[in-house]
């Protein structure tokens, strides 16, 4: 059997963003959510840091750019701290069930800021996503009435 | 029927949705002009600028767990190493196949869940994170 390159590292990927995503859970019944943002900030910058420095330091100053990739990091961590309030009440399988669908929003967002065109996976993907949404939202009401 | 948004986790879980849509968004756009290098280093001091704030909420005192602390410390190590593997696959293989196997972590964190935390679904639960999965799998084609 013939494993392509690309694989290996894609199921590396794909391993570590799931235990990334859960390992939050344990350390926020120790740290409250503001506190683990401002240690994860610090860290994963220290961490970008000496691998970007590990490589060359290859990085432009364009001033757009700067401004586009500071933006990403503030709606990622804007995010992450919304993320750790959410899954410091409530079970991982509702929060991820919710959370996990935000390529909906950057189809939506693509399609409506890029003219990127919708092909019928996309279409049927979104619909999906706003049906579970809505089920996830019953599945907890139905479960608070209990 | 009505849908009422009565409990906090759900706001926040709908937030979370909604900004982590712009941050996988973004770097589209951001990536047309910078490195995928020069993005991850930007992406960095952006998520410190926005802890700024709260660390002045917090008067610069944090608490100092030290599990937490590890915790943390080993999520943002992961974190980096998933990102860069994430580059280095999408420069080896084709996109479309690399975006759906990696879209499909959830799976891991729900297997997770399930394992160390003995988390439970109901029908109605399960049959929401199988369509939210799915949808994750047509939007990554």
């Known amino acids: 059997m013939v494993i392509a390159a690309w694989s290996p590292p894609a199921m590396l990927a794909l391993l570590l963003w799931g235990v990334s995503t859960f390992l939050p859970k344990v350390a926020v019944r120790t740290l409250s959510p503001f506190h683990m943002v401002v240690y994860s900030s610090g860290f994963f910058l220290c961490g970008a840091t000496a691998v970007v420095v590990s490589r060359g330091f290859h990085v432009s100053f364009d001033p757009k750019g700067v401004l586009l990739g500071i933006s990403v990091g503030i709606l990622g961590t804007i995010g992450q701290t919304l993320y750790l309030f959410a899954i410091r009440h409530a079970k991982m399988t509702g929060v991820t069930a919710v959370s996990a669908l935000y390529p909906v929003v950057a189809t939506v967002l693509a399609f409506f800021i890029l003219d990127e065109g919708l092909t019928w996976r996309q279409t049927a993907g979104i619909i999906l996503g706003i049906c579970a949404l809505v089920l996830t939202t019953m599945a907890n009401d139905h479960k608070t009435k209990q | ?141």
């Open chain 2, 1 to 141: 029927m009505i849908i009422k948004l009565n409990n906090s986790w759900l706001l926040f879980s709908l937030g979370t949705l909604l900004f982590w849509g712009g941050w996988s968004f973004l770097p589209k756009i951001a990536l047309q002009i910078l490195s995928p290098d020069g993005l991850l280093f930007y992406e960095a001091v952006g998520g410190l600028l926005a802890s700024l704030p709260v660390l002045f909420f917090l008067n610069g005192k944090l608490e100092k767990d030290r599990k937490g602390i590890i915790i943390t410390a080993c999520t943002s190590s992961l974190n980096i190493v998933a990102i860069l593997a994430y580059f280095y696959a999408l420069r080896l293989g084709p996109v479309a196949t690399i975006v759906t196997m990696t879209a499909m972590y959830p799976v891991i964190t729900l297997a997770l869940a399930r394992i160390f935390l003995r988390e439970r679904m109901n029908r109605l639960q399960l049959l929401a994170t199988t369509m939210a999965l799915a949808a994750i799998v047509l939007l990554a084609g």
